[in-house]
């Protein structure tokens, strides 16, 4: 199977260690994995924030670079909800627009193909125990779009579970937004703050050391307050904690 | 141009995007949502309305078609009432043990009269179990909308198993829509503070069913 | 471009909504009377919604049914009229808030009554009723108990269901005792703050108003065309001695409210009780057809409002917005409405329903109805318990692209061109920036690279627009390499792991 990462634009500027999370891990796990150097950005931040019409050129471009690949996995609940849901949805409004079918052609092909990454390991690749080993306590945070876009479910917490040596502990109104959301961090500072500040308030009361999420736009925002807060906690992607193994521990 | 005719273009112009529909309505919607929920006996549909009542504060009693007029009495013997609402079409018999004061429900009765009134007793059209509703049609055991909304104290008599349905769908099929229609679920309450139940606002803050087989 | 009127007074020179929602942030005894109130009924939706096993079928049902009906609206408005009509009501139609005012007022001037009782009503909170009636002498007393601790404290409503929300109970207790001998028959003496207490208190308030009342105002939640029924749905009885009392009933209702079928109120009295209140069912439903010989009113007044409604239809991705019920299980759920409050949105429609409500009904032409589209984190909370479907986040984002971009939209029943609201062209030009330099990924290297070398000069907070960030927050570092560089330094992690 031909397996490309979507690693995001987020990602390869700011977080180049979940990238290499997420190759230490797939390694493990038998599948060889490609990073199409053409790759840049799903267009998600323009879409949401009212630009669909700057989207779309970044829209074609992913499934241009995308096309030949069987899955495209990201380690990102909201871009891969921007594919899965919103392309077809870009499609939709471009033919509404009177602009026929392009669109849309273009598109399709990628949508069925992109996986954020707990759902191929659990779906596709049929693990949940990906022989991880990290021992720290860590308490777990849904980011909305793999929540409700996605419908990754239990997914990530089972995979967590099978981790060894980790502790999970529930985190209280888990499923409540931690205010990110994109641009509206910054339109909206105040009530993105409170929101943050909430969240980070309810993973301390945990007493866990780390907070895990799938996605690093949110753990950049609660990361950035953790730190305001001088909580003491760590943010850390999924993909760092399933590819730490006793002998390669996470960084 | 009339106003009517405004928003009757305006909406015409606004859909004109959309592809003709001639769907007949049955078919337009999908109803494949249940008629009742879960598989009750008869009797297990009384005890559901009995149990959902009294969730939503309304004092439930049972009795036979022979010691009704003794409950009623009862009822408004402990309420201390001194004076009864009786809609036109009440079955005699269910007063007559209770010594009260019988009020009829006339037409010119102003609302300051009815509001001297302590108590009211009446049938009604329909009981919903899943929902702990009773329906009142404005039938002459029921008599006007208002005589059951300003006394303070409302006795309604169910009789079951007949009167009784499980749910919502199947109440609504019992009843006759251009009738004046009131869904009761018990008294009076207000979510206004807080967002937190409270029972006793405006209608009656005493709500007592009464569950009344072989009448 | 004439901005329909959705009654708050003051609008539209409301702030933008950061900036109220700065203050309303800070306000600890809001935001605790808010956190308190959304999440004690949070549990209780959800524990009422997941008693009925078909509850996705039904909500699939409520959305078909109201698309089936606003797809064929003209239709359905033609036939409320005549059933309502046949069963002695009369049927009124306006175009906007000031035509339904007028009407309402010349009705109730004509009983020769000037003052009326009024069920809570979305509709007649939307077109400023009230005031336009005292405009006229006539007073309108609210009886809904909420609504009654808005229209005493002076305040705004600030929730669909629950107008005072943002009010705890010492603070009702203390508008109850100072304003209640204003309006009627003063608090008791020594009146406490206990729930129980204070609807005792109102209950006495009203008690006169109600009994000598001979107009009654209500709006309503349902009206069934094939049989001209409307319907309202309450709690308190407010609403049944308001419809059931006085001689004359006049009912505005939007629209939207419109059901084919008498059958398809099985499907709104399932969703609708259990949506708002968390309730099995609510205490009180009144339905009623036109006039009944000796029970209730003897003169029914039936009026209909457009106000923004068509001009809302004939968007085809906003139009969803239409199939709302007013359950307000959108807000009760949302993390900004909770942190925000109600008035942030300026509206009498708040929380993320009023974010696609009001810029439609009104228009984006001020600076809250602009900012409204953003007031979002799309987390999609809303779009998940709303028992229509409305997807919210979607209908958001399409009218961020309105305000962004421009678009051609319905006013006043007239196509009219939009330009780009104001102060969006920087952010235009970053955008356009950003979409350039990811469509040209040497450009984005290149920027990765710079950022990479210069990080250890990279500060943790930012000065000027910045500050929205890091206000907060503290910026992420940047590492030494974009994870490009190392894949193609070590040959995808084969050669070393450095």
């Known amino acids: ?251 | 141009m009339s106003s009517r005719d405004r928003i009757l273009g305006r909406v015409r112009r606004a859909l004109a995007d959309v592809p003709p529909d001639d769907t007949p309505y049955e078919q337009a919607v999908s109803r494949d949502y249940l008629r009742h929920h879960g598989d009750r006996r008869v009797e297990e549909t009384v005890d559901l309305l009995a149990e959902n009542l009294v969730d939503y504060r309304a004092v439930v009693h049972r009795s036979d078609a022979e010691g009704l007029p003794g409950l009623i009495a009862h009822l408004l013997g402990e309420r201390g009432s001194g004076t009864v609402l009786v809609p036109p079409g009440l079955d005699e018999s269910w007063l007559t043990e209770t010594e009260v004061t019988r009020v009829p429900d006339r037409p010119d009765s102003t609302p300051h009269e009815l509001d001297r009134v302590d108590s009211v007793v009446t049938g009604c059209a329909v009981a919903v179990a899943e929902t702990g509703t009773i329906v009142l049609d404005g039938s002459p055991d029921q008599g006007r909308r208002r005589i059951t909304l300003i006394p303070d104290h409302h006795i309604c008599v169910v009789r079951v198993p007949d009167q009784v349905v499980s749910s919502v769908p199947q109440a609504l099929e019992r009843l006759v829509p251009t009738r004046p229609l009131t869904l009761v679920s018990g008294p009076s309450a207000t979510s206004d503070i807080e967002l937190d139940r409270v029972e006793g606002v405006h209608g009656p803050r005493t709500l007592e069913v009464v569950l009344v087989s072989g009448a | 471009m004439s901005a329909t009127f959705v009654g708050m007074p003051g609008f539209p020179s409301y702030p933008a909504f950061p900036e109220a929602a700065h203050e309303a942030v800070r306000d600890e005894t809001l935001r605790g009377n808010l956190r308190h109130a959304t999440h004690t009924i949070r549990a209780k939706r959800a524990r009422a919604v997941a008693e009925v096993s078909d509850w996705a079928a039904l909500r699939e049902a409520g959305r078909r049914i109201k698309d089936h009906t606003l797809r064929h609206l003209d239709r359905y408005l033609v036939q409320v009229e005549e059933a309502v009509t046949a069963a002695g009501g009369t049927v009124h139609w306006a175009v906007d808030a000031q035509e339904a005012n007028r009407i309402v007022a010349d009705l109730v001037k004509a009983t020769g009554e000037s003052e009326v009782v009024k069920v809570k009503s979305m509709a007649t909170q939307e077109i400023g009723l009230n005031e336009a009636l005292e405009a006229e002498g006539i007073r309108a007393y609210e009886t809904d108990l909420a609504e009654l601790i808005v229209q005493l404290g002076k305040d705004r409503p600030s929730h669909i269901l629950v107008p005072a929300i943002h009010r705890n109970r010492s603070e009702i207790r203390d508008i109850f005792r100072s304003e209640m001998g204003e309006w009627g028959r003063p608090a008791p003496e020594g009146l406490s703050d206990t729930p129980a207490e204070l609807a005792e208190a109102a209950r006495l308030h009203l008690r006169e108003k109600f009994l000598r009342a001979k107009v009654g105002i209500s709006g309503a939640n349902f009206v069934v065309a094939e049989t001209g029924t409307l319907v309202v749905v309450e709690s308190e009885g407010n609403g049944r001695m308001c419809l059931t009392l006085p001689e004359t009933l006049i009912s505005v209702v939007g629209i939207e409210k419109v059901v084919p079928t008498w059958r398809d109120l099985e499907v709104f009295l399932q969703t609708l009780p259990r949506s708002s209140t968390a309730e099995r069912m609510n205490p009180y439903t009144s339905m009623w057809t036109g006039t009944t010989d000796q029970d209730g009113p003897s003169t029914f007044h039936l009026v209909l409002l457009d106000n923004g409604r068509t001009d809302t239809l004939a968007d085809e991705v906003g139009r969803q917005a239409l199939r709302c019920i007013r359950c307000s299980a959108c807000l009760n759920v949302c993390p900004v409405y909770e942190r925000a409050g109600g008035h942030a949105y300026g509206s009498v429609y708040p929380g993320p329903i009023g974010a696609i409500l009001s810029p439609q009904l009104r228009g984006t032409g001020s600076e809250i109805d602009a900012s409204l589209p953003y007031a979002s984190s799309l987390c999609g909370a809303c779009y998940e318990v709303c028992p229509v479907a409305i997807d919210i986040p979607e209908v958001l984002v399409h009218l961020r692209e309105r305000v962004a971009q421009g678009d051609q939209v319905t006013r006043g029943g007239n196509k009219v061109v939009l330009r780009p609201a104001k102060g969006h062209a920087a952010e235009r030009a970053a955008m356009r920036a950003a979409r350039w330099a990811f469509t040209h990924p040497g450009v984005l290297r290149t920027g990765q690279r710079l950022a990479s070398r210069t990080r250890r000069l990279h500060p943790r907070t930012l000065p000027g627009p910045g500050k929205a960030w890091s206000g907060t927050r503290d910026l992420p570092p940047v590492p030494a390499e974009p994870f490009r560089d190392w894949w193609q330094r070590t040959g995808g992690g084969k050669e070393g792991t450095k």
Not at chain 1, 75 to 91: I, N
């Open chain 1, 1 to 251: 199977m031909r397996v490309a990462l979507f690693l995001t634009c987020v990602n390869d500027t700011l977080y180049p260690d979940t990238g290499r999370a997420v190759v230490k891990l797939l390694t493990r796990l038998g599948v060889d994995v490609d990073f199409p150097m053409a790759q840049t950005c799903c267009g998600q931040a323009h879409y949401n924030t009212g630009y669909r019409h700057e989207a779309e050129p970044l829209a074609r471009r992913f499934a241009e670079v995308f096309r030949g690949y069987e899955a495209i996995v990201t380690p990102s609940g909201s871009c891969g909800a921007m594919v899965r849901e919103l392309y077809p949805r870009m499609g939709e409004r471009a033919r509404a627009e009177g602009r026929g079918d392009a669109l849309a052609r273009t598109l399709a092909p990628v949508v069925p193909r992109t996986y954020e990454l707990t759902e191929f390991l659990v779906d596709v690749l049929g693990v949940t125990d990906v022989g991880a080993y990290y021992p720290h306590t860590v308490t777990y945070h849904p980011t909305c779009h793999g929540l409700r876009v996605l419908g990754l479910g239990d997914r990530p917490l089972r995979l967590l579970r099978a981790v060894q040596g980790l502790e999970l502990v529930e985190l209280p109104g888990a499923e409540e937004c931690c205010g990110f959301g994109g641009t509206f961090s910054v339109k909206n500072p105040d009530v993105s703050a409170a929101m943050g500040t909430d969240k980070v308030r309810h993973a301390e009361s945990t007493g866990a050391e780390v907070l895990c999420a799938a996605d690093n736009s949110c753990l950049m925002h609660l990361g950035g307050t953790m730190a305001r807060l001088r909580t003491g906690m760590r943010p850390v992607h999924i993909a760092e904690i399933l590819a730490s193994t006793e002998e390669e521990p996470a960084l």
